[in-house]
């Protein structure tokens, strides 16, 4: 399971940032692979409908919202978590 | 060079449904945000609005009206009632024709596109009402305006998100100024408060779930905000020779684009926009007491906003005050500009600010005196009103008190 999460948040990030899957490292921050704010809330919605999960995160105050964006690998784990939360697996 | 004044004003908004109500609601520093009451609000995760409540359709409108009137309409026609009785005028032969209306509004007929998309979408129906896209148009209202008072001038309306009204009555305002009008009816209205409105905003991630506080450190988002607000700009001999009640002169206007990007603000961009509406205007900088801040309460806007003042009114920035009422009212989007011109007046006519109300913790970043949480007793001679709309497009109005 946790493989395929983490494959998914890589594609999702790697479409939003250009890139091939390869080339988006786990210790990667949205910053360093050229992903603005925009891209940001979008792919947030992208992860939402891929997982069919909510996500606490608003823009205003990215660092205070529940949800890790600090890093790819922050991210695969926080999803990892809501799945766990939302969907009981 | 003609001078243009104001001579009327009228609203209905989340603080009051008229002027009067609506001013002493913002001395008060009342907060007019609560729980969303519309349909399927449990399927929104953003639950609270400066909605108009108490209002009855009804008893203001007949039945062939309300089928033509959408809500922001509604809000515009009730509006301009108000400022057009204040006003004292009637439009009739030469005056009919240089006079028109200019208003501000983002969404236009919102809730009429969102009950009919739901009819032919949800419902699966295959007929509409035959008078929706009469309706839902965005000069609806402004068209509504002209044939209700015999306004035979320039008329349109304004879409520019955000900046919607501020737009419109800077339009306005030069109209009078160049000679083309004398009288302009002019502000905006928004009525976005419905599911699909919401929900749009929400997609966003910029909202916030609890509260509107502007400047404050711990400010999470903007909330959205409906109604009207609507004024009489008339040429200044035009009005004294009338013997008309002069509310404040409208004495600047200065609109630019950012050129750079779809939601973040520009402090460039807003800065040379306050120092053209002053130069337009011919203000000092110290001669401004007060300004009616954009403050949206988003962590960018309100942050780019402080440096922006600061960057176009150098030392003289920590002298004066800044506020938003966006915390009592809510964002009206392309309303707003309209209802925060009614807290210009009364700084400049009754030497009241407005406060920033559900201010919490001082913000480095936004370092002036945004008048908290309690009104302020002043005497202000010239003020600002800024609005930086989602596009990158900013218009700032300069108002001076009566002469």
Redesign the interface.
Known sequence: MSETVRDKVIGIIAEQAVLEPGDVTMEASLQDLGID??GL?ES??AIEEAFDI?VP?????PE?SEFDISSVAAIVAAVEGLLAEQKGD | MRRVVITGQGTINALGHDVPRTLEAMREGRCGIGELELRDVERL?VRIGGQVKGYDPDARFNRQQIALYDRFTQFTLVAAHEALDGAGLTFAGELATRSGVVLGTAGGGVNTWDENYRSVYEEGKNRVHPFVVPKLMNNAAASHVSMEWNLKGPSFSVATACASSNHAMGLAFQLIRGGVADVMVTGGSEAMLSFGGVKAWE??????KDACRPFSAN???MVQGEGAAVFIFEEFEHARKRGAEILAEVVGFAMTSDAAD???PSEQGAARTISGALKDARLNRDEVAYINAHGTG???NDRVECAAVSDAFGHHANELMMSSTKSMHGHLIGGTGAVELLACIMALKDGVIAPTIGYEEPDPECALDVVPNVAREAKVDACLSNAFAFGGLNAVLALRRAP
């Open positions: 704010s925009l809330v947030i919605f909510q995160f608003n823009a205003n105050a205070d | 995760s997609g966003l991630r910029v909202m916030s400010r999470n988002g779809i939601v973040m988003t962590a960018a």
